[in-house]
């Protein structure tokens, strides 16, 4: 079974789309996270939420906005992509607000043309 | 930015121990020491972390200097499918902005046959 899984795995769209990354994790987490490798392959941390409420907002521009109906579910709505905003973004999860032990998903490669 | 520091890359004969190391001079008391690693094209494992003592566990051991400005992680047998990147961050264990995952470059460890 897998435990933080993502959908879609790859996601071509053209710059100026709007898209949407969903994400869940089954393991009965209350914290999950969105994060961004670009390709420098630098991952950096997007926004943190526990038990729906938002609690990381790491300066992500507003065309970014995460919606997290459960706390098993934590998607990513992106408005107007851009070229920068080509990356893989992996989705995780902790059992509490500590975070110290996150689970990864596989990732979404999102390419924008 | 990162508080560690790793050297950009590694090799290791299959089956033989990988000691990779890590610096964190600037370390605090309240800060943990994480190891992560990330498999090529896959989401960031969880590998193993510690405050002062040494760990163990079923993936690897963590050895943390006395004035822990240092630590190894130690992957006691390496086989072909440790070859990823690992990384080494310090953090506290609070939950919010505080305690974020930031991941530096890591070290590309390659095991080979």
């Known amino acids: 079974d897998t435990a933080v899984s993502q959908t879609p795995k790859y996601l071509v769209t053209q710059m100026g789309n709007d898209k949407s990354i969903k994400c869940e994790q089954n393991?009965?987490?209350?914290?999950m996270y969105w994060y961004k490798q670009d390709s420098k392959k630098f991952l950096k941390i997007m926004f943190s939420?526990?038990?729906?409420?938002?609690?990381i907002n790491e300066t992500v521009p507003n065309r970014f906005s995460p919606k997290s109906p459960d706390k098993a579910h934590l998607n990513l709505h992106i408005n107007s992509l851009e070229l920068g905003d080509s990356a893989v973004y992996f989705c995780?999860?902790?059992?509490?607000?500590?975070?110290?032990?996150?689970?990864f998903g596989p990732g979404t490669r999102l390419t924008v043309l | 930015d990162a508080k560690t520091t790793q050297p950009p890359s590694m090799d290791c004969a299959e089956g033989r121990a990988a000691n990779l190391p890590c610096n964190h001079s600037?370390?605090?008391?309240?800060?943990?020491v994480y190891w992560y690693r990330q498999i090529h094209s896959q989401g960031p494992q969880y590998i193993i972390h510690g405050l002062k003592n040494n760990e163990t566990n079923e993936m690897a051991s963590l050895i943390i200097t006395e004035d822990r400005k240092s630590s190894t992680l130690i992957l006691p047998h390496a086989t072909l499918r440790d070859t990823a990147v690992y990384y080494c961050?310090?953090?506290?264990?609070?939950?919010?902005?505080?305690?974020?995952?930031?991941f530096g470059k890591g070290t590309k460890l390659s095991v080979k046959p």
């Open positions: 995780a999860s902790s059992q509490d607000r500590q975070g110290g032990t996150q689970y």
């Open positions: 393991l009965g987490h209350d914290t």
């Open positions: 600037t370390i605090s008391g309240n800060e943990y």
């Open positions: 939420y526990n038990n729906k409420e938002l609690i």
């Open positions: 961050i310090v953090r506290v264990n609070y939950g919010g902005s505080q305690g974020n995952l930031i």
